[in-house]
């Protein structure tokens, strides 16, 4: 019975000191996240929000917990930063640049970023992460660094019709403020006419009046009505336009 007993004890012991070198191994080999792409590429392009994405896979058997740090905090929004991956599983992570008003010179970024990860029990809540577990006085947490890379956004087709179509815009706007100041002055003109053809009626009428008086001869009363009769047409034709 003692031999029996010595043997389970011995057994049990075997088995710990496995699986502690398993997992040290494991935690030093550099392999709890396997991070893609490595390399952060953003269409740069001026007032204009981009957005680009990691994919973070748990290569173990273990709950992974990590966080994602930036150089340059205010000028990206990651989402999450921080969680929890089970284990064979992957989680995305978008990182979105804010909208820049000018262009880097040469293109050229220096911003970074740093995943950070290590082995958590499985009843972590994500609301337990906090900055002290990554901590190197924990030890054990794997670092990823990532670069930035700006790229030129690509040119479509698309782009270049809407290039024609803008400038097509524009001749339109041209050809509608040519129009309009036409037909503005087209507008004062018949206005003008209105109130001469007004002011000749009045005064024929006038004339009119005086004519039966006898102040004044048929002949010029005559040739006033016939200039009342072309200022008429006049305004007719300025109308029709």
């Known amino acids: 019975m003692k031999k029996r ?11 710990s000191f496995q699986f502690e070198l398993r997992f040290w191994e494991k935690m030093t080999s550099g392999e709890l996240l396997s991070v893609e792409p490595l390399e952060l590429k953003f269409p740069f392009q001026v007032n204009r929000q981009v957005s680009c994405f990691i994919q973070a896979s748990n290569q173990t058997d273990d709950h ?28 995305e992570i978008s990182v979105t640049m804010q909208a820049q008003r000018e262009a880097p010179l040469d293109m050229q970024c220096k911003d970074k970023f740093l995943l950070q990860s290590i082995v958590t029990s499985p009843d972590t809540n994500p609301k337990d992460i ?29 782009d270049a019709d809407g290039s024609e179509e803008g400038s ?24 003008s006419a209105v109130q001469r053809s007004n002011k000749l009626q ?14 004044i001869s048929l002949v010029i009363a005559i040739l006033i009505g ?16």
Do not use: W
């Open 64 to 91: 992974v917990a990590f966080k994602v740090k930036t150089t340059n905090p205010k000028k990206y929004c990651v989402r999450p930063n921080t969680g929890i991956i089970l284990p064979r599983s992957s989680c």
């Open 226 to 241: 016939l200039l009342g009769v072309v200022l008429g047409y006049f305004i007719k034709t300025t109308n029709a336009t």
């Open 168 to 191: 097509q815009k524009y001749r339109m706007l041209d050809n509608s403020t040519e129009a309009q100041s036409l037909i503005s002055k087209l507008t004062e003109e018949k206005a």
């Open 202 to 215: 009045q005064e024929l009428e006038l004339l009119k009046r005086e004519s039966k008086k006898g102040g």
């Open 130 to 158: 906090t900055p002290e577990l990554f901590s190197k006085d924990q030890g054990n947490v794997e670092e990823c660094k990532l670069k930035v890379l700006y790229i030129a956004p690509p040119q479509s087709s698309s």
């Open 5 to 15: 007993k010595f043997h389970i004890k011995k057994t049990h012991c075997k088995f």
